[in-house]
Structures are given as C-alpha cells and as structure tokens.
C-alpha cells in the first residue's frame, strides 16, 4: 500500500459503504469501457446516450427491458442463493436450457383446450423441477463426495445447450415443427403463453419479482436462511452447529436449479413460444452471476441490477448505428463485474490515513511488496468477500 | 498403414489436445502456489485474439505465440491483484476473467475496418520434422508429423516436471502453495513468488488459445475455445496437480474432441450434437470419480492452501 495508509477490515460496513462501492464500481466500469471505446474509434458519449435512448426512455424500451430483466432476475437469484452458500452454481445456463426443454415439453404434451391457469402452472412446474433434476446431477455429488461443483455445473451446461441444439437442429424430434423446412420449435398453444401486463411486457417479470422478494424472505427471515448463511460462513462452524451440510447442499442447489430452470420455461411461454436454441443461448446463466455479483448476492437488490443490465443487453443492437459492435455488451457486462469484484476489497477494508506518533510509515516498496501490511479481511462476514473454504480436492 | 483410422486419430488428438495441455500446464503452476484462477477460459480467448491480430500484421508464428501468451499474463495479472494483493474471493475473481476475456475478445474481434472475424490466418503452421521422419510406419504420423508447438510443449512439460520436484525454486513454489505461513517464517517471498505463478498461468492459457486458434482452427471466431479453458481447469484436478499426467489426460481429451473426425473416417453415422458432448461429459464424469477416490489419496494430490488467500498476521 501506499505509505502512509493503513489497511484495516470493517467490523460490520455501513449501509452508505455496502450500496456505494457498488455504485462506484459500476461507474468506473463504465468509465473503462468508454475508455476502450475511444481506442477504437467511437465516441462514447454517444454511445451510451444512444443506449440509454433504446433501453430507458419511452414506454416500448422499458418494456423490452423489463421483458428481457424476467430470465435474468430469475438467473441472478439462482447464483445469489448458491453464491451465499459458497456453492457456486455457475451452472444457471444449463438448468435453464433444461427448464425451456421440459416447459415446451410439457405444453405440447398437454391438449391445448387446457384452462390456461392450470396448463401454465404445469408448463412452469416442469420447467422448474427440470432446471432443479438439472442441479442435482452436480448437487448429489457435492453432498456425498464434495466433488467441485463448479467444474461438473460448467460441464453439464456444455451438455444441455448441445442436447437443446439436437433436438431442434439435430433430429426431427417432438420438439421441432415438421411443418417447416427450416428447423424451428414447434409453438406452443396459445394456452400455454402468459398474460400480457402492459404493452408486450408478459406476467412472468411479476413472477420474477415475486420470487425475489421470497427468497429475501426465506434467506432473512427463516431458519433455513440462517442455516444457509452459517454454511457459506464456515463449513466446520455449521457441522459442530448441528447444520447437515449435505442436505443443505441439495436444497440450495435445488432452489438454484429450479429458479433457473423456471426463467426457462417463461422465455418459452413469454417470449419465444417454442423451443428456440438460438434465442435462449444468450449467456442468460452467465449473465445471472454477473448480476448476483454486482447486488452482493442480496435477492431485493438482484432485481434493479437485473434491469440495469437487461438494458445494456437489448441496447446492444441499436449501437450499430453509432458504429459499434454489439459485443460491447459483453464487454461492459465483464467490466463491471471486474470493478464490483475489485470494489468488495473497500467494501470490506477500511483504508485510513497511519498515525504518525505510533508508527512510522514504511519505505516505499513495490506494490505487491508491501501487501503483508494488510491485513485480514473480516473473514465470513459476507460470502462474496471471504476467502473461500478450501476447495475440494477431489 | 499410415493413413488408417487410428492413426489419423491419433495425429490428431496431439493436435487437438496441444491448447488444452498449454493452459492446463500453466493452471498447474499458478495452483501450486495456492492461486485458483478460473479464468482459464477468459485468458485462451483474450490470447488468441491478440495472436491472431499478431498473425495476421506480423506473419511470425513465434511472435504471434508471444503476444498470445503476454495478453494471457496480462489478464492473469488482474486476477493476481484482486486475488492475492485484495484477496477477494478467488473463485469469483477468476469467472469475472471469463467475462471479460470472452466480452474483450469479441469486441476487438469485430471492430476496426477489417475485423479480424473476416482476416485471413496470417501465419502458416509448418511442420516442423523432415518428411522421411514422418512417414515412418505408425509412429511417424502420430509423433513426428506436427509443428514446432506440438514439440516445445513436451518440452515445457518436462521442463515443468523437474522444476516442481528437482529445483529449489520449484520447492519454494510448492511451500507457498502447501503452507504460506511456513513458507514466509522460512524467508520466501510468499506474494513475488504467486504474482509469478499467476503470471507463468496467464502465459501457458494465452499461448494454448494462441495456438488454437493459428493451428488448430485457423480463423477467429468469436468465442471459439467453446469450453477448452474449463476443460483445462478440470484437467488439472484430474491429473492431480502433475504435468506428465496432464499430458496424457490433454491427449485423451484432444482425442475426445476429434471423435466426430474419427467416425466420420470410419463412417459411423452419430449425430453431431452428441459428439459435441462427449468431453464435457467425459470431464463430468471423472471429476465425480476422482473425487470418489479414497481421501489419502486426494490430500497428497491438492495444494493445501489452494484459493486461500495469505495474509501476515500483525507483526
């Protein structure tokens, strides 16, 4: 550190600390990316005026936002839930393919002369215990052998977005239109699609609400959320608590999964109407641990920066008339949540100026140098900021 | 009898497993010194964006591979400042990587006048042994029909080998990664010596993306290592944390990823898509058996303090 500074943790940070360095952290990400878009030529005023033109302003772009936030949400929650636990699920892009499989699979099945109530409580049913099953191929082998959750999630996204792919692209399976040359989902029935709320925004962004406000709750309020906190604090604490952590496992990952598994069959009902790889491979998943990251795995604050996010996302595409790529999308999605990684150490560590009467400052050394002057992070206080219980060695 | 199945096969999957084995080699070192970066996958794609940038201005293989390999260091530096100078947590540290290397690459992929997504390969990729060497029965093809990158990684694996076990500075490397604490009380330079490995990790990720994209693909495609990176981290813990073993398992790997080429060859029909699978669900499948494998075993295997941050207490 520099000379002259002390590093010294918070023993429990101010509310004005914990919704500020992530406020921070967003700015100078977008402060980077403006910088990267000078190097190539655009003007980022401009840019991000246009974005903020296609994503925020009239009502048509807050409701394109809004209908693009609902997966999101949804995915952002599932990262949170686990994250909290230090399960890291990463695994939400997979468990959402096999939500969007099982919902379409489950409205096509069904006689469309269903009441449309009934038919979308199975259709999204399915979707969420699929995304849940899902979880369980890597939540099992967490629970009962502690092997690393975050290799067999990854592993099994690669799985089901080829599976998704085969199914409309692959086979003439149930899931494809026989009517059409051109491999495409068979639609669902109108039975199966969600209500309308306003403009083209559809009822499951409500649900996407309501499931955060829940899982607030539940991770507040309850025994379980207590537990759950207890188990991300520290592993060893919980057993001698008489926490199983095995069965926690599974449930975490279960809620995961199923929230996941949940944003896939509302893209189904909501948006796509049929099973359409391409439109729901758009790194939703990765998208939701971004967006977890960034609300501090807090569920009420997922929502907000779901919405933030989703309008970077849809913005994307108007850029072009500005003459930039829509991959700055991604490029502003990596950079904050880089400055909000980066930001968890101010979060977590105040830096003051060294009293000069008890010690003298140290030389000046190299940055990496002197970093045995600071010192332990408050360890455990939130999931994000500790260190990680050792991984696993498998 | 040098162009049957297996032995195309085979000549194959060395080629095929060359990327994964650079970056897997170098998460190898980075780990020994108990830092986890997972942003494997984030550095091969930043890597071969640059090196195919490289390639196509320069036309030079080795300077191509170099830039390859500093933009991997470069984006590995990052990850040593959050993860050892902040200590942050290392697991999310090393996925906010990924995102910006997969963001990063796409874009600078895709802007300027000529994107890149449209450049021709600047570089060729020669063989590197004389002819009459490869067209040896059998072992020609498989061992002696590749480019130089194919060699040099045996000798970085070797060279990788003996350090860890048979120098001093492989030793110090180890106690960081084993006992931080110890090895501070002994008078190593516990933050140097993981800024370094984190750095040598970078490189081994940049250059295997380097390589993937000039040899083994030969155009830029956005996104195009499609899940080597994880491939790499899961192919670390499955050779517990040891270069030689990693070479088989990046050769078992690269063979998993040409199977389509393979029964294409030996004309079995299999739907493409579960070609696509068959690595991932490999990797799958042996991280759940190693980890089912009995609890000695898997202590002596992993760094002690993997993923824990060091801290001096206050002196």
């Not at chain 1, 989703?310 to 990596?334: F, H, R, Y």
């Not at chain 2, 040891?242 to 029964?263: C, D, I, N, Q, S």
């Amino acid at each position: 550190m520099i000379a002259g500074l002390v590093v010294s943790p918070r023993a429990r940070p101010a509310m004005a600390v914990r919704f500020g360095v992530p406020l921070a952290s967003l700015i100078v990400a977008l402060a980077v990316g403006a910088l990267v878009l000078l190097a190539v030529g655009s003007d980022p005023v401009e840019a991000y005026r246009t974005m903020y033109d296609a994503s925020l302003s009239g009502s048509a772009p807050i409701e394109r936002t809004l209908t693009y936030a609902t997966p999101l949400i949804l995915t952002g929650l599932a990262a949170a839930v686990a994250f909290r636990m230090r399960t890291y699920n990463i695994g939400a892009e997979g468990q959402l393919f096999a939500g969007a499989i099982a919902g379409s699979w489950v409205a096509l099945i069904l006689p469309a002369d269903l009441p449309s109530p009934l038919m979308l409580v199975l259709m999204l049913g399915g979707g969420l215990v699929a995304g849940a099953l899902w979880a369980a191929l890597a939540a099992v082998p967490k629970a009962f052998l502690g092997t690393d959750e975050i290799i067999t999630t990854l592993m099994l996204n690669f799985v089901a977005l080829a599976l998704m792919n085969y199914l409309i692209f692959g086979s003439l399976s149930f899931w494809r239109d026989p009517r059409r040359p051109v491999p495409q989902g068979k639609k669902i029935p109108d039975a199966a699609e969600l209500p309308l709320m306003s403009g083209r925004l559809h009822a499951g962004f409500a649900i996407a609400v309501v499931a955060a406000v829940q899982l607030w709750w539940l991770l507040r309020s309850t025994t379980f959320g207590f537990r759950l906190r207890t188990i991300g604090d520290s592993h060893r604490a919980a057993r001698y608590a008489g926490i199983g952590v095995p069965v926690a496992t599974l449930i975490v990952m279960s809620i995961s999964g199923g929230l996941a598994g949940l944003a896939g069959a509302i893209e189904i009902s909501g948006v796509t109407k049929s099973l359409e790889p391409r439109a729901l491979a758009i790194e939703l998943g990765y998208t939701g641990i971004v967006i977890a990251a960034v609300a501090r795995l807090n569920p009420l604050g997922v929502v907000p920066v779901a919405v933030l996010l989703a309008a970077i996302s849809t913005s994307g595409s108007s850029l072009q008339t500005v003459g930039v790529q829509v991959e700055v999308v991604v490029l502003l999605q990596g950079l904050i949540f880089l400055a909000v990684t980066a930001g968890e150490f101010f979060v977590t560590n105040r830096i003051s100026r060294r009293p000069t009467a008890t010690r003298p400052a140290p030389p000046s050394a190299p940055a990496p140098a002197s970093v045995a002057d600071v010192d332990e992070p408050s360890a455990g206080l939130e999931p994000m900021t500790a260190s990680p219980t050792a991984r696993t060695a498998p | 009898m040098n162009d049957t199945v297996f032995v195309l096969s085979a000549a194959s999957a060395l080629v095929a497993g060359t990327p994964i084995l650079l970056a897997a080699l170098g998460e190898i070192i980075a780990e020994r010194s108990g830092v986890m970066n997972l942003g494997v996958e984030g550095m091969m794609l930043f890597g071969a964006v640059a090196a195919f940038w490289a390639g196509v201005h320069t036309h030079s293989l080795t300077l191509a591979l170099l830039v390859g390999g500093l933009a991997g260091t470069a984006m590995s530096m990052i990850h040593a400042l959050l993860a050892v100078t902040l200590k942050v947590n290392q697991t999310v540290s090393g996925l906010s990587l990924v995102i910006v290397g997969s963001g990063l690459s796409a874009f600078l992929g895709n802007s300027g006048d000529t994107p890149l997504l449209q450049a021709q390969n600047g570089v060729d990729v020669e063989r590197l042994l004389p002819r009459g060497l490869a067209d040896l029965p059998l072992i020609g093809p498989i061992l002696f029909g590749h480019d130089v990158v194919v060699y040099l990684t045996w000798v970085a694996v070797a060279v990788a080998a003996y350090a860890l076990y048979r120098t001093p500075a492989g030793l110090s490397l180890r106690a960081v990664g084993e006992d931080p604490a110890a090895a501070d009380a002994a008078g190593l330079h516990v933050v140097r010596i993981r800024y370094l490995a984190t750095a040598i990790g970078g490189f081994g990720a940049g250059v295997g993306g380097a390589y993937l994209v000039l040899a083994v693909l030969g155009t830029w495609q956005t996104g195009m290592t499609a899940g080597a990176g994880w491939i790499a981290v899961a192919l670390v813990i499955l050779a517990g944390w040891r270069p030689w073993l990693a070479l088989v398992g990046a050769y078992v790997f690269g063979a998993l990823r040409g199977l389509g080429f393979t029964l294409q060859i030996a004309q079995v029909d299999v739907p493409s898509d579960f070609l696509t699978m068959i690595p991932f669900i490999a990797a799958y499948a042996v991280v759940i058996l190693v980890s089912a494998s009995p609890a000695r075993a898997r202590r002596v295997a992993a760094p002690a303090a993997l993923g824990e941050p060091y801290s001096r207490e206050e002196r």
